[in-house]
């Protein structure tokens, strides 16, 4: 039982870090991105070109892949976003799939189909207690998590630029009249929300391998984990992604390992029947 | 100064002729043959079922470049069209029918069964010689004459795996982990078939879908109820994770799987303690050949495709050989082709011998391989049951 709540909380997090860049695009430019799954991916697999076939250490490989990183997730709003900006929001989201898609394919013919491994920038021994096992990259996992929680609630709250950024999503035109930098907020914002996906790539390359195809089934996870929680809740992002962590755990031990992926949207699906703006989502008005 | 007898002028001169007949009929028989010949391939190249589908294409591929490199079929090159499949059997049907339209001599298609399941009635109303590596065992039991498979299939695994598991290393309670797909599903159900035979019960039957990451609630459980052995049968990247996390989790079971289990892709992303002590009941690999010559074609592979061969590699490759000496002999008349495969006995390919049987079944020896560390070693070719 012990061993299930800390691989359910391993898996959660995961999720939820994948919705955590996937919270920040959305409460800059209102804008589900769902290549998110796929910037993970070209995260995990730029860590280990840097780490594994460049061998470089573990700390810079991350350092060079947070920098590129960002600089994809600008060039992919330049892309996506800019050129469709204005129009009806799902054909920016259509694109986004379909950039999803051009990125598996980019990496199927840079790095090839074979999966492959990042080395953990942790090592040691893991810890035993009680018949639990818990390693040290679960550990760094958790660890992870929790510092970027408080690092993009200060950035959003504390800081000038996520007053800048909520001002951004809430009426962009009236932001731009007011003299706010919008398109350098929308920059940062897609460039921190790639960030977040090639943080969560590079934990996840040591544990379940990098392939080109990964990033569909967390990214698709990580959708769902926003919608539990309660899009742009980003407490609720985490708490949702631990709790579907623990759900699918405990579910495919339990129920059937067989419908393992279907519990994610039956629970996502009774949340929205249930709770219609997600468990933490905050009850919004609309302009008329 | 040189003295040559009488004897070896008039052994050598029998030697010559006898040469050149057979050249001649090899040219004759080639003859029917357009030129380039046309050889068509559908595999998945893209998507999650795209590491399996390059091991068809490199088969194919290296095969054909080697022999349009030696000269071509009797002089003539081989035009080899691929078409992409992805992941979607409906992808794999409009694959096939543009390599259709091209009116190739002969088509291969990948290992996926639910793609073939999807080509197999468009091809046979074709008349073309189908060459095919899907393991499901259903797929040569289609009825269709024009279909042939030249790799192991699943039922002949699901049959050895459980019996070398009970009654050579003596395991009688097994939990089952098989990927919840067309081609593990169909394993589990008959491994579970074969161990009610052995009057074995699994204490635990598990799954995980195809896009799966954590299998540990799976392996829980069956640790959870006592198993002593594993028998897993995934693709390499799942399989891999699955013994990851059994290293995870401290659980060591007596494991053995189909040949995922020892493919170089497989150990290139184990440690030695993860990899050590597991057993492969499945299509011969090339790695573990003691033959330099297998060994080195292996290496020029991987130098080519950044892949490592596997059985599948081994068996793609072995089938253009195949139909190469077989045009030599009946040249491209595509009813002789398939006439030809059908009678095909003791062909000798790179690792095993094929064999027709009826259904269309060619490859019947398996390999049994052990991991040292993360070496996988033979430890003997097995034969199906009645072969």
Redesign the interface.
């Known amino acids: 039982m012990g ?2 709540v800390v ?1 359910g909380l ?2 959660g997090s995961i999720y939820a870090l994948v919705a955590l860049g996937l919270l920040l695009i959305f409460n800059t430019v209102q804008i589900v991105n769902f290549a998110q799954g796929q910037l993970l991916m070209l995260g995990a697999f730029i860590g280990i070109s840097g780490a594994v076939t460049h061998e470089l250490p573990v700390a810079i490989a991350w350092i060079v892949t947070m920098a590129a990183m960002a600089l994809i997730g600008i060039v992919f709003m330049v892309l996506v976003y800019f050129p469709l900006r204005g129009r009806p929001p799902f054909l920016v989201i259509l694109t986004t799939i379909a950039m999803g898609i051009v990125l ?2 980019l990496a ?1 013919i840079i790095w ?6 990042l080395p953990s920038p942790v090592r040691g021994a ?1 810890l035993r207690f009680a018949g639990v ?1 818990i ?1 040290m990259h679960q550990l760094f996992i958790f660890a992870t998590l929790a510092a970027i929680l408080l690092l993009q609630f200060l950035l959003l709250t504390k800081t000038r630029f996520g007053i800048l950024m909520q001002a951004t999503a809430q009426d962009l035109h009236t932001a731009r009249l007011v003299g706010i930098p919008v398109n350098r907020t929308i920059a940062v914002a897609f460039a921190f929300g790639a960030m977040l996906s090639g943080v969560a790539g590079l934990l ?1 390359a040591p ?3 990098a ?4 990033g ?3 990214g698709l996870k990580g959708f769902v984990v926003s919608v539990i929680g309660g899009f742009g809740n980003l407490p609720g992002a985490v708490l949702g992604g631990l709790f579907l962590g623990l759900i ?6 339990y129920i059937s ?2 419908f ?2 279907a519990y994610a949207f039956i629970v996502m699906i009774a949340v929205l029947v249930a709770w219609p703006r997600g468990l933490f989502g905050e009850k919004s008005s609309e302009k008329v | 100064m040189f003295h040559i007898s009488l004897k070896t002028v008039m052994v050598g001169t029998a030697v010559i002729c006898l040469s050149a007949t057979f050249v001649q009929e090899s040219m004759a028989a080639a003859a029917s043959c357009p030129s380039p010949i046309p050889f068509g391939l559908t595999t998945a ?4 079922l ?2 399996l589908g ?1 091991q068809a294409r490199n088969g194919v591929e290296f095969a054909v470049d080697e022999i349009n490199a030696g000269g071509g079929i009797a002089g003539k090159t081989i035009a080899l069209a691929t078409e992409d499949t992805g992941a979607s059997s409906t992808d794999a049907l409009n694959a096939m029918n543009r390599i259709l339209e091209g009116k190739p001599v002969v088509i291969f298609s990948s290992m996926i069964s639910p793609h073939v399941f999807a080509q197999t009635e468009g091809v046979t109303k074709s008349e073309t010689p189908f060459l095919v590596g899907a393991t499901n065992a259903k797929v040569t039991a289609q009825g269709s004459k024009w279909l042939f498979r030249t790799h192991v299939h699943d039922g002949q695994l699901a049959d050895l795996i459980p019996e070398y598991l009970v009654k050579s290393l003596g395991k009688t309670k097994p939990g089952i982990m098989a990927v ?1 797909d067309d081609y593990g599903l169909g394993a589990s159900k008959g491994i579970q078939a074969a161990l009610a035979k052995l009057n074995v019960t699994p204490v635990a039957v ?4 195809p ?4 299998m ?3 392996l ?2 069956i640790k959870d109820k006592d198993a002593d052995s594993l028998i897993l049968f995934g693709r ?2 799942d399989v ?2 699955v013994m ?1 996390q059994m290293g ?3 659980i060591k079971l007596t494991t053995i799987g189909n040949a995922s289990m020892v493919a170089q ?1 497989t150990l ?2 184990l440690s030695a303690s993860e990899a050590d002590g597991n057993y492969a009941i499945g299509g011969m690999i090339p790695q573990t050949s003691t033959d330099p010559h297998i060994l080195n074609w292996a290496k020029r592979v991987q130098d080519k ?3 490592p061969a596997d059985n599948f590699t081994v068996s793609y490759y072995d089938t253009v050989y195949l139909l190469k000496s077989i045009i030599e002999k009946v040249g491209c008349d595509k009813p002789a082709i398939r006439d030809a495969l059908a009678a095909t006995k003791d062909w000798k390919g790179m690792l095993i011998s094929y064999q027709a049987d009826p259904q269309g079944d060619l490859a019947h020896t398996l390999g049994i391989y052990r991991n040292k560390g993360k070496t996988p070693e033979l430890i003997g070719p097995i034969k199906e049951s009645g072969f």
């Open positions: 061993q299930l691989n391993a898996l598996e394919n199927l090839g189909p074979l999966p492959v491994s893991p096992v390693s996840v544990i379940f391998l392939e080109p195809t990964m569909g089934s967390l699918e755990t405990f579910g495919a031990r390992s067989n393992r992926d | 190249l893209t998507g999650n795209a590491l390059t919840a598990t799954s995980y879908a896009s799966d990451k954590d540990s609630a799976q829980l459980e390499p990247a891999t994770l990851k995870d989790l401290g892709t290139n992303n495709y950044r892949v």
